[in-house]
């Protein structure tokens, strides 16, 4: 994350806390981090349509357009 300086900034939310970095681009591990989300945990992509596509550790990310939204990705429990 950065502090408040008058460079260039990219926004990206995870499960609604925002975040901003300064890099146009990082991959789904390095947003995780950011976030404090366990890599084993996972992330997910909504798409501008809804719809949501799961992120791998190594997929990268650009930041284009308004800030990209992700989730943690659900757990699913057998029984």
Do not use: C, W
């Not at 990082?26 to 989300?37: F, K, P, R, S, Y």
């Amino acid at each position: 994350m950065t502090d408040d300086k008058s460079g260039k900034f990219y926004t990206f939310f995870v499960d609604g806390t925002e975040y901003h970095v300064e890099q146009p681009q990082l991959t789904g591990g390095e947003i995780m981090d950011i976030a404090g989300v366990p890599r084993s945990t996972g992330i997910v992509l909504i798409l501008e349509n809804g719809s949501q596509q799961q992120v791998s550790e190594n997929e990268v990310i650009e930041f284009t357009g308004p800030g990209r939204r992700f989730k943690k990705a659900p757990r699913f429990k057998r029984g």
